[in-house]
């Protein structure tokens, strides 16, 4: 060890030693930032970058030892082969490509072996460069030495190319310091390996020493030069990169209509709030779903909806604070985040984004009004989970869009019950009508007048073990959001062809047909199917299907009410009045009875408005030549009117409840009779 600092500072001149230290040192830096673009690239890419860093690499150990090779000052005389000494930059650049593709491999176990291999092409390069260096006299080596150099220079490579491919800054650094050791270690202990035995034959022939310091400056000039120019691109490369990726990463993160963070960057965003609660005590998650945002979109189409998310975006942006995020998660539904430490921040806040909807959205060709129903839970009263937060805030907007408020609904643990209880009656529901749990009530029909009964309206009741009788308002809408309504009605359709067939008095029975039921293709050979099997007659069944239930799709559910005409069955149009089409319904397709919604009858006997629009439904009625049935009759005073206006039956709990029982004809037409005539009041005739 003592011969190697002996003559590096004996026979070395320092100042170029020093350039030939800052040589390896920036060089091996720059290869290093470029062994960092070849383990992040692939394909040509790749292989350019090796090459780059092949040549970066030769380039930087050849000028270390020239530049080293300069600063030895030997008492002889010195000269150089061209030839070789272009050889040996040859052989660094060479034997240095496999190692550094070799150590930038998948494999981070291969990174010492591409070390060991880098660290050959750096002896190699050594010792064909000292084979350029002819001087007059004998060179006698000292072989342990040039076997440590060697060692060196492959330790410390592996070492350096191990310590690169860590991620950290830090350990790149100590991999550019250990690079730059192998190169100066080889060199100076190699140096250390040669004697001299001057001859001094020619002794003005050789380089000078003024010649030598030059040749150095300028090949240091050169090197650093290059090796800037290789660190360059790798920095523009880098930088372009993670340009890149600043764009993609924002493009992935954020909504491309309206530049909001979408629902991956908000639910970064609330587990980070989560994990340090956004620096405050408390967060809130807010959840909005717009409403009549769709009649936007189907009334001017989806390029004004379009602009109405971007504008109804651009105020969003304007309102917020720190600690608050509104994100859009798709489609009309956005998300919020604040965190807060008072109270009268989140007050503030919702006050606020109330705010945004109070101002119409107006453009050149439109203008709208948006609402949103708001729902939202907070952290940590309602949980710290992000999926539980996330639900639960779902909860309280959904009950916010059921009750048609604009005011934001806060979650409590009942909605939860709520949706545990739906979820469960939805389950049971599958396997009722699997098994055909239900059983069907009749409610009478009456003819004014005479009291005679005109037939009977089948209603489906589900017989629960634990809840009893659920009545169809509560698992009706169920079923048709299960997409289980069809099955359901092709059982009522079946059974009351089956309960009516066994009548003795030959009524006609009504059911109800879903909307959805209505666009079965299968619906005509349903009930073809129960008349049969039944063996009624299809006079006998009255199907009753309401105005929204063509509207869906008017051609189809016209074709089918004549396929359903042509079976001999009769069609009635139930709660007229409150659909979408009222007259235009009845203009294009003949039905055999009218069913005035029972909203018609409820206010008769006190509002004169209510009594002018019955009597001219009835009067439409009967100019078209169908009869009007009005439903929702209870009290005795309904009747009179409804008999007055000229409806010609009538239905309703005054006549007669829903029962498995059908009610005695002759109790009907007293009923009818005593209420009509108005001598008995309500509690004798209910």
Same mark, same amino acid.
């Given at each position: 060890m003592m011969d190697v600092i002996t003559c590096l500072v004996q026979e070395h001149d320092l100042r170029l030693v020093g350039l030939a230290v800052l040589v390896s040192i920036l060089g091996s830096a720059a290869t290093? &930032?470029?062994?960092?673009?070849?383990?992040?690239?692939?394909?040509?890419s790749r292989a350019g970058w090796i090459a780059l860093g092949a040549v970066g690499t030769g380039t930087m150990v050849w000028c270390t030892h020239f530049v080293a090779m300069m600063a030895f000052r030997s008492d002889a005389p010195v000269t150089l082969d061209t030839d070789l000494t272009l050889v040996s930059l040859g052989v660094a650049i060479l034997f240095a490509a496999p190692g550094i593709a070799l150590a930038a491999s998948r494999r981070r176990r291969a990174a010492p072996a591409g070390g060991v291999v880098v660290g050959c092409a750096i002896s190699a390069m050594h010792y064909t460069g000292m084979a350029a260096y002819r001087i007059d006299g004998f060179i006698e080596w000292h072989w342990p030495y040039v076997v440590a150099s060697m060692l060196f220079s492959v330790l410390l490579s592996a070492l350096a190319f191990s310590s690169a491919r860590k991620d950290g800054v830090t350990d790149r650094i100590v991999g550019s310091l250990?690079?730059?050791?192998?190169?100066a270690a080889l060199h100076f202990t190699g140096m250390a390996a040669m004697t001299i035995r001057v001859l001094a034959?020619?002794?003005?022939?050789g380089l000078s020493s003024a010649t030598m310091t030059a040749?150095?400056?300028?090949?240091?000039?050169?090197?650093?030069?290059?090796?800037?120019?290789?660190?360059?691109?790798?920095?523009?490369?880098? &930088?372009? &990169? *993670?340009?890149?990726?600043?764009?993609?990463?924002?493009?992935a993160l954020h909504d491309g209509l309206t530049d909001l963070p979408n629902r991956m960057c908000f639910g970064e965003d609330l587990a980070s709030r989560l994990l340090r609660r956004g620096g405050a005590s408390y967060m809130a998650v807010v959840m909005l779903d717009l409403s009549r945002f769709k009649a936007v979109n189907d009334t001017y189409g989806h390029q004004a909806g379009d602009q109405v998310l971007v504008s109804l975006a651009a105020r969003m942006r304007e309102i917020l604070r720190p600690g608050e995020c509104i994100a859009r998660l798709g489609?009309?539904? @956005?998300?919020?985040?604040? +965190?807060?430490?008072?109270?009268?921040?989140?007050?503030?806040?919702?006050?606020?984004?109330?705010?945004?909807?109070?101002?119409?959205?107006?453009?050149?060709?439109?203008?709208? *009004?948006?609402?949103?129903?708001?729902? =939202?839970? =907070?952290?940590?009263r309602d949980g710290i989970d992000a999926d539980l937060l996330l639900a639960r805030a779902d909860l309280a907007m959904y009950r916010a869009k059921s009750e048609r408020s604009d005011k934001p609904c806060f979650y409590d643990a009942t909605m939860d019950e709520a949706v545990r209880d739906r979820r469960e009656l939805a389950n049971e529901l599958r396997d009722a009508i699997e098994h055909g749990a239900f059983e069907l009530h009749y409610q009478v029909q009456a003819a004014i007048g005479t009291g005679e009964i005109t037939g009977y309206e089948a209603l489906v009741r589900w017989r629960h073990e634990e809840r009893g009788l659920i009545p169809p308002g509560s698992f009706i809408p169920l079923a048709e959001e299960l997409g289980e309504i069809i099955p359901l009605s092709r059982w009522i359709i079946r059974q009351a062809c089956f309960e009516a067939a066994l009548w003795p008095n030959r009524h006609p029975v009504a059911v109800n047909l879903s909307p959805l039921h209505l666009s079965d293709p299968e619906l005509i050979e349903t009930i073809r199917d129960a008349l049969t099997? +039944?063996?009624l007659a299809p006079e006998r069944l009255t199907l009753e299907l309401?105005?929204?239930?063509?509207?869906?799709?008017?051609?189809?559910?016209?074709?089918?009410?004549?396929?359903?005409?042509?079976?001999?069955?009769?069609?009635?149009?139930?709660?007229?009045?409150?659909?979408?089409? +009222?007259?235009?319904?009845?203009? +294009?397709? *003949? @039905?055999?009875?009218?069913?005035l919604d029972a909203s018609f009858v409820t206010d008769v006997a006190d509002n004169k408005q209510a009594v002018a629009l019955l009597r001219s439904v009835v009067a439409l009625g009967t100019t078209l030549d169908i009869?009007?049935?009005?439903?929702?009759?209870?009290?005795?005073?309904?009747?009179?009117?409804?008999?007055?206006?000229?409806? *010609?039956?009538? &239905?309703?709990?005054?006549i007669g409840k829903p029962s498995r029982q059908l009610i005695e004809p002759a109790l009907v037409r007293s009923i009818v009779k005593v209420a009509a005539g108005g001598t008995a009041d309500v509690s004798l005739v209910a």
């Amino acid at each position: 060890m003592m011969d190697v600092i002996t003559c590096l500072v004996q026979e070395h001149d320092l100042r170029l030693v020093g350039l030939a230290v800052l040589v390896s040192i920036l060089g091996s830096a720059a290869t290093m &930032q470029l062994f960092v673009r070849i383990m992040g690239s692939r394909g040509g890419s790749r292989a350019g970058w090796i090459a780059l860093g092949a040549v970066g690499t030769g380039t930087m150990v050849w000028c270390t030892h020239f530049v080293a090779m300069m600063a030895f000052r030997s008492d002889a005389p010195v000269t150089l082969d061209t030839d070789l000494t272009l050889v040996s930059l040859g052989v660094a650049i060479l034997f240095a490509a496999p190692g550094i593709a070799l150590a930038a491999s998948r494999r981070r176990r291969a990174a010492p072996a591409g070390g060991v291999v880098v660290g050959c092409a750096i002896s190699a390069m050594h010792y064909t460069g000292m084979a350029a260096y002819r001087i007059d006299g004998f060179i006698e080596w000292h072989w342990p030495y040039v076997v440590a150099s060697m060692l060196f220079s492959v330790l410390l490579s592996a070492l350096a190319f191990s310590s690169a491919r860590k991620d950290g800054v830090t350990d790149r650094i100590v991999g550019s310091l250990l690079l730059g050791a192998a190169v100066a270690a080889l060199h100076f202990t190699g140096m250390a390996a040669m004697t001299i035995r001057v001859l001094a034959l020619n002794p003005n022939h050789g380089l000078s020493s003024a010649t030598m310091t030059a040749l150095a400056v300028a090949t240091t000039c050169a090197g650093l030069l290059f090796i800037g120019c290789v660190a360059i691109s790798a920095l523009i490369d880098g &930088q372009t &990169q *993670s340009e890149a990726y600043s764009r993609m990463r924002r493009m992935a993160l954020h909504d491309g209509l309206t530049d909001l963070p979408n629902r991956m960057c908000f639910g970064e965003d609330l587990a980070s709030r989560l994990l340090r609660r956004g620096g405050a005590s408390y967060m809130a998650v807010v959840m909005l779903d717009l409403s009549r945002f769709k009649a936007v979109n189907d009334t001017y189409g989806h390029q004004a909806g379009d602009q109405v998310l971007v504008s109804l975006a651009a105020r969003m942006r304007e309102i917020l604070r720190p600690g608050e995020c509104i994100a859009r998660l798709g489609g009309d539904e @956005f998300g919020a985040l604040i +965190s807060y430490d008072d109270p009268d921040k989140l007050t503030a806040f919702l006050d606020r984004l109330a705010g945004i909807f109070a101002e119409r959205f107006t453009f050149e060709r439109f203008s709208a *009004s948006i609402c949103a129903n708001i729902g =939202l839970t =907070l952290a940590p009263r309602d949980g710290i989970d992000a999926d539980l937060l996330l639900a639960r805030a779902d909860l309280a907007m959904y009950r916010a869009k059921s009750e048609r408020s604009d005011k934001p609904c806060f979650y409590d643990a009942t909605m939860d019950e709520a949706v545990r209880d739906r979820r469960e009656l939805a389950n049971e529901l599958r396997d009722a009508i699997e098994h055909g749990a239900f059983e069907l009530h009749y409610q009478v029909q009456a003819a004014i007048g005479t009291g005679e009964i005109t037939g009977y309206e089948a209603l489906v009741r589900w017989r629960h073990e634990e809840r009893g009788l659920i009545p169809p308002g509560s698992f009706i809408p169920l079923a048709e959001e299960l997409g289980e309504i069809i099955p359901l009605s092709r059982w009522i359709i079946r059974q009351a062809c089956f309960e009516a067939a066994l009548w003795p008095n030959r009524h006609p029975v009504a059911v109800n047909l879903s909307p959805l039921h209505l666009s079965d293709p299968e619906l005509i050979e349903t009930i073809r199917d129960a008349l049969t099997n +039944s063996g009624l007659a299809p006079e006998r069944l009255t199907l009753e299907l309401t105005e929204s239930a063509i509207i869906h799709d008017r051609h189809y559910a016209l074709d089918q009410l004549r396929a359903l005409k042509a079976l001999g069955c009769r069609l009635a149009l139930d709660d007229f009045g409150v659909g979408y089409s +009222s007259l235009d319904v009845l203009r +294009s397709f *003949s @039905f055999d009875k009218i069913k005035l919604d029972a909203s018609f009858v409820t206010d008769v006997a006190d509002n004169k408005q209510a009594v002018a629009l019955l009597r001219s439904v009835v009067a439409l009625g009967t100019t078209l030549d169908i009869p009007v049935l009005a439903e929702g009759i209870e009290e005795p005073v309904q009747l009179r009117i409804a008999t007055q206006e000229g409806c *010609s039956a009538i &239905q309703g709990y005054l006549i007669g409840k829903p029962s498995r029982q059908l009610i005695e004809p002759a109790l009907v037409r007293s009923i009818v009779k005593v209420a009509a005539g108005g001598t008995a009041d309500v509690s004798l005739v209910a």
